[in-house]
């Protein structure tokens, strides 16, 4: 909604960085959530998924799950984006699957999109990082992200004493100030 706000009648474009995607659930549930946000069914939304690993990246496009991980979907979801298989598990649908790219990047190399993203989840992944590469990697984080955008990490991950880039907004979200 801050997004949609902030833009007003401006631009409806919006780009999400899913960075260290692993099997897809964040990429998939952030896809369930912008097709079900009635004020941007109008709007230009792409999903990068990326991660270092091309096993988990491949599972991920696939887009099927089993019934265990199936079952964590909220019924609402399930019922309106996912066609349950046989046995119990899941296939996300393609209108999800149209919203997301998915592609194998490390991290620590160079980055082939230009963005601007809206948003950035990276969330469980610098934790496996030195404290010089997180700022590094949050640096240039605030350098794709557009003015204002917003970054989310995970709850055992800060920016504090990293980098001044951001502002913190909630207990993982941050804002890029600069």
């Not at 091309?54 to 599972?59: E, G, K, S, W």
């Not at 605030?142 to 709850?155: D, N, Q």
Request: hydrophobic share 40%.
């Amino acid at each position: 909604p801050a997004i949609v706000q902030d833009r007003g009648a401006g631009s409806r474009r919006l780009r999400i960085w899913s960075a260290g995607c692993s099997t897809g659930e964040e990429p998939y549930t952030l896809a369930m959530v912008l097709c079900g946000f009635a004020p941007m069914k109008d709007w230009d939304r792409k999903i990068l998924a990326t991660d270092l690993d091309t096993n988990v990246v491949a599972q991920a496009a696939h887009g099927r799950y089993d019934q265990e991980r199936a079952q964590s979907i909220p019924d609402t979801f399930r019922k309106r984006y996912v066609a349950v298989q046989p046995d119990g598990g899941a296939l996300m649908g393609d209108d999800l699957r149209e919203l997301i790219s998915f592609a194998p990047l490390n991290l620590l190399d160079s980055w082939p999109m230009r963005g601007p993203f809206d948003v950035v989840f990276c969330r469980n992944v610098v934790i496996y990082f030195d404290r010089p590469t997180r700022a590094t990697l949050f640096d240039r984080y605030a350098e794709i992200l557009r003015p204002g955008g917003w970054l989310f990490v995970g709850h055992s991950e800060s920016l504090l004493n990293i980098t001044d880039r951001f502002e913190l907004v909630g207990r993982t979200v941050y804002r890029r100030i600069r």
